[in-house]
């Protein structure tokens, strides 16, 4: 549930804007039963996608919503990899090769880390 809470904030971030006036437009007032949400995540997210989007939009008239979520879960899977790739050489570096390849296989194997990435 709370992925798509984010995506539906990065959505309204790229579709809308950050403005005073674009957060009256954003979807947690229309829905406010939705769990209360952080911005930095989304909004870190939507700067990075943002370009990739509006240039395909250039490319491609109808850029579907769709086409738009899956560039966001591109940048947000690029971003989890980078982050775990620097975790493990962290690990490496305070704990060993061993530990490091321990940490890597028990990530991989994990069903939440690549389903959230």
């Known amino acids: 549930v709370e992925e798509s809470f984010n995506l539906q904030a990065s959505h309204d971030i790229m579709e809308f804007g950050i403005s005073l006036n674009a ?3 954003y979807d947690h007032f229309e829905f406010p039963g939705v769990v ?3 911005f930095v995540g989304p909004l870190l997210l939507s700067l990075v996608s943002w370009p990739t989007s509006k240039i395909l939009g250039l490319l491609i008239p109808h ?3 769709f ?3 899956y560039i966001v879960r591109f940048f947000l899977g690029i ?6 790739s620097y975790l493990r050489s962290s690990i490496t ?3 060993g090769y061993r530990v490091s390849v321990a940490f890597g296989i028990l990530s991989a194997c994990q069903f939440h880390t690549i389903f959230w990435a």
């Open 23 to 25: 957060l009256k437009k």
């Open 36 to 38: 209360p949400r952080t």
């Open 63 to 65: 850029l579907s919503k």
């Open 67 to 69: 086409t738009r979520q």
């Open 79 to 84: 971003s989890t990899s980078f982050a775990l």
């Open 93 to 95: 570096k305070y704990f």
